[in-house]
């Protein structure tokens, strides 16, 4: 079975069709999703997508390039938004300093408030990382030190070395088609 571990069903120019999307994705056989968040405002769409479709899961949390509009969001509310059994997950967050759209330190506090949620309730952190290899190696080691938590990095395109650092610290990693680019 192949499942879709990365979507965002919610997208503009995704959300209109998604119906059709989903259709047309079973019909080629994939056979789950986890449609994935990117800020406060469409988790409670992503959640009832996942409600409403019973291969369809979701995520809550905050991509990185949304963390200015969320500096203030605090742990309790991104608890209370995970607390639905269709939530498996964190995320999407982390780390993108390729784009700079949000305050750095905006970011990595946004980040590791993430990787407590997830600690407390043991869903994966689902994590993004562009051009900041260090500081989130940095982060997920200081936030193990604290106690173990679940995480994947998805669409991993950073290097071998940092590769090793996560799975040295017992977290995964996605491989995405990037692997398949000349320049990979």
Not at 72 to 86: H, I, T, Y
Not at 97 to 116: A, E, N, T, W
Not at 166 to 183: A, C, D, M, Q, Y
Request: net charge negative.
């Amino acid at each position: 079975m192949l499942i879709d571990s990365h979507c965002h069903l919610e997208y503009k120019g995704l959300v209109e069709d998604q119906a059709g999307i989903l259709d047309r994705a079973r019909e080629a056989g994939v056979g789950g999703f986890l449609n994935i968040s990117t800020r406060e405002s469409e988790w409670r769409q992503v959640v009832g997508t996942a409600e409403r479709e019973g291969d369809v899961w979701a995520s809550v949390g905050i991509h990185p390039h949304e963390a200015d509009a969320h500096e203030d969001l605090g742990a309790e509310v991104l608890l209370k938004a995970s607390d639905n059994p269709r939530v498996v997950g964190i995320g999407e967050t982390g780390l993108d300093y390729y784009y700079d759209k949000s305050d750095r330190q905006v970011q990595r506090d946004l980040f590791r408030m993430h990787i407590g949620v997830a600690r407390a309730t043991g869903l994966p952190v689902i994590i993004h990382t562009r051009d900041a290899e260090d500081d989130t190696a940095q982060i997920l080691a200081e936030e193990m030190e604290k106690g173990a938590f679940p995480a994947l990095i998805h669409c991993f395109t950073a290097s071998a070395d940092f590769g090793r650092k996560v799975l040295e610290l017992g977290l995964t990693i996605s491989i995405s088609g990037i692997v398949t680019f000349k320049n990979a």
